[in-house]
């Protein structure tokens, strides 16, 4: 099994800038991606951001792609999200999940409370 927690959320101002970590631990020799999902209250889950762990490729989506950073820590077992020009609709609880030898994500993190205000 994986464990996850992620670390770095809080509350900014629009137009700020926050920093999240998740860092795994456990069975992680198979890692293949990891990625950050958010959900805000009355809404569903959504993609933000995913990165191959073998050549740290990223995907984006599309209302993040250039404010947001995804990065990898291969050695630490650990993903970043860097997050610029927030937005107040960016504000969501945010989690980080991790898919194994090429399977879709299976573990899930807690998840760290991201707000913006306007």
């Known amino acids: 099994q994986v464990q996850l927690v992620e670390s770095g959320g809080g509350s900014v101002q629009a137009g700020g800038s926050l920093r999240l970590s998740c860092a795994a631990s456990g069975s992680t020799s198979r890692t293949y991606k990891m990625g950050w999902f958010r959900q805000a209250p009355g809404k569903e889950r959504e993609f933000v951001a995913s990165i191959n762990w073998l050549t740290g490729s990223p995907d984006y989506a599309s209302s993040v792609k250039g404010r947001f950073t995804i990065s990898r820590d291969g050695f630490k077992n650990t993903v970043y999200l860097q997050m610029n020009s927030l937005k107040p609709e960016d504000t969501a609880q945010y989690s980080c999940?991790?898919?194994?030898?090429?399977?879709?994500?299976?573990?899930w993190g807690q998840g760290t409370q991201v707000t913006v205000s306007s």
């Open positions: 999940a991790v898919a194994l030898g090429g399977y879709v994500f299976g573990y």
